[in-house]
């Protein structure tokens, strides 16, 4: 009697395992027992860094965001982006609120410790950067006890604090260009540095601009499109997608539309 007992007890266990795993399983997963892949992905952008990215008649546009749209076509993927001050764009990845960014970030050893890198799409380098009439400024050396005018969390940032410390000049931090411009055009900062093909865009588009590139780049940086370190999935995704872009033409297409070349 108690085998017996104990046969029906085991049968109603089984049948009631058998119906959990059946009608109240995971709607996610796939058939092979593995969760899908992830299609959709969050990317961060600078929200005022023409011609990589800026508004325009109330939508983002610029090369970052033309080529993170072609790169999700080409990949069958869809990619938003999110608009926000370029240095809250990496603590954000690694905070797991972004899943990448194209946002103009030069690739250095630094940044590459914390996150993933495309392969470079962009060579770009930086400039110094002074008013229309300045004629004492020619190139760092001139920089002893000037004031800089520059971006936070940018590579610019980083080169402008050591020329700081080498010429004795002082620096002051923003929170995006057109701040950091504004402060030179109006006589408050001596220079500022840039990426060259930000200034050379803004100086193109904006002839009432008080603003001059003056000596050769001070580097020269190479972007890449940034990814989370725990999503080497989307890394090979993009680094796909870019490879597509450039052997179909719409690489040089996308940069000729916001440079008028396809010169870097």
């Not at 914390?114 to 930086?126: C, D, I, N, R, T």
Request: aromatic share 8%.
């Amino acid at each position: 009697m108690k085998k017996n007992w104990y046969a029906i007890c085991v049968g109603i266990i089984m049948m009631i395992l058998t119906a959990c795993g059946t009608s109240g399983g995971d709607q996610s997963a796939s058939s092979s027992g593995n969760p899908p892949e992830k299609n959709s992905y969050l990317f961060g952008v600078d929200a005022k860094y023409p011609p990589f990215e800026f508004e325009k008649d109330g939508k983002y546009v610029g090369i970052d965001i033309d080529l993170l749209q072609a790169i999700a076509e080409e990949e069958g993927i869809t990619i938003e982006i999110k608009p926000m001050d370029f240095k809250g764009i990496i603590p954000a990845i690694l905070a797991g609120q972004l899943d990448g960014a194209a946002a103009g970030i030069s690739i250095t050893d630094e940044r590459k410790q914390v996150v993933l890198f495309s392969e470079p799409y962009y060579k770009a380098g930086l400039s110094l950067v002074v008013k229309e009439d300045n004629t004492t400024i020619t190139g760092p050396d001139d920089l002893k006890g000037k004031k800089i005018a520059i971006k936070k969390g940018t590579t610019g940032a980083k080169f402008a604090e050591q020329l700081a410390q080498q010429r004795g000049a002082q620096v002051t931090h923003f929170n995006d260009s057109p701040s950091m411009f504004l402060e030179v055009e109006n006589g408050n900062a001596d220079v500022t540095i840039e990426d060259y093909p930000v200034i050379a865009y803004k100086l193109a588009q904006d002839p009432e601009s008080k603003l001059k590139i003056v000596g050769d780049r001070l580097n020269g940086d190479n972007y890449g499109i940034a990814i989370s370190k725990d999503n080497e999935e989307l890394h090979k995704k993009i680094d796909s997608g870019l490879k597509k872009l450039r052997e179909n033409g719409k690489y040089d297409e996308i940069i000729k539309k916001w440079t008028g070349t396809n010169l870097q």
